[in-house]
């Protein structure tokens, strides 16, 4: 059984499902971390745990094929938890949304998403509709997602998507900017809020700019102020000393 004074709990390793941990009743855990959750383990947490205020995973689980019967009710809310991070969740907008409805009194989320494909969970329009009617005590919105283009079209889009976050919503409300890398040698759009919330990002930028110091490598969008209005601008870059220059 999970002692009742423990106040934080770090599960390194899921040697066991957590539907068959024996928490006590009430259990007093304020902040959760653990390696990896599904949707109805997060529901299970949230119903057992009624003073969790922070709760992180590593990676977020949701299982397609039993979707319908292990979805929680957006019916049920959860007010307790006031910061929910993710470092790895390969899941769509509608997904998201099943999770996000369960805690609608959420001060910070933190959002670490790597996908094959663009989709709606980088719409920028689709996040301002989710936060103001599902999330209105969110003040901090940290998030990075990456995708591998598709399509040559693609990369023509990155101005819409960049539009979509430059709303007065992002930039004057909440203040949150939002920039987009774009990969040349490897054909990977990165989009995140910064500064930027992933140290393994932060790695693999640095290999970056230690292997394509000869050749053009990378186009970087950024969303910048300029005379009090939000422009985006693109600076192509050719190297460690250019990509310095640009910034």
């Known amino acids: 059984m999970i ?17 068959i941990i024996p928490w006590t009743n009430p259990c007093s855990i304020i902040y959760l971390t653990i390696k990896s959750c599904s949707l109805k383990e997060y529901d ?22 039993n979707q319908l019967n292990s979805s929680p009710s957006i019916s049920k ?8 991070m993710i470092g790895n969740g390969s899941f769509s907008m509608t997904d998201f949304e099943l999770i996000l409805f369960l805690t609608p009194s959420l001060a910070r989320l933190k959002l670490i998403s790597y996908k094959s494909i663009l989709d709606s969970i980088t719409n ?8 103001h009617n599902k999330l209105p005590n969110l003040k901090i919105f940290e998030f990075f997602f990456s995708y591998h283009l598709q399509k040559e079209n693609e990369a023509e889009d990155l101005t819409l ?19 987009c890398d774009y ?43 300029i005379d009090n209005e939000f422009h985006s601008t693109i600076h192509r870059t050719h190297g460690i000393d250019d990509l310095a220059e640009s910034r």
């Open 161 to 179: 998507v960049l539009d979509r976050f430059r709303t007065s919503f992002w930039l004057k409300e909440k203040k949150w900017i939002v920039a």
């Open 124 to 131: 920028g329009s689709d996040w301002e509709y989710l936060i």
């Open 183 to 225: 990969v040349l040698h490897q054909n990977v759009i990165y989009i995140y809020t910064t500064p930027i919330c992933t140290k393994d990002f932060e790695q693999q930028w640095k290999s970056i700019q230690k292997t394509c110091q000869t050749f053009p490598f990378i186009t970087i969008f950024k969303l910048l102020s």
């Open 77 to 84: 809310c959860y007010p307790q938890l006031a910061s929910l």
């Open 44 to 65: 299970l947490l949230l119903q057992r745990l009624p003073y969790l205020r922070t709760f992180s995973t590593e990676e977020f689980i949701i299982d397609k094929s």
């Open 3 to 19: 002692q009742s004074n423990f106040r934080r709990l770090y599960l390194a390793e899921s040697y066991y499902s957590i539907m």
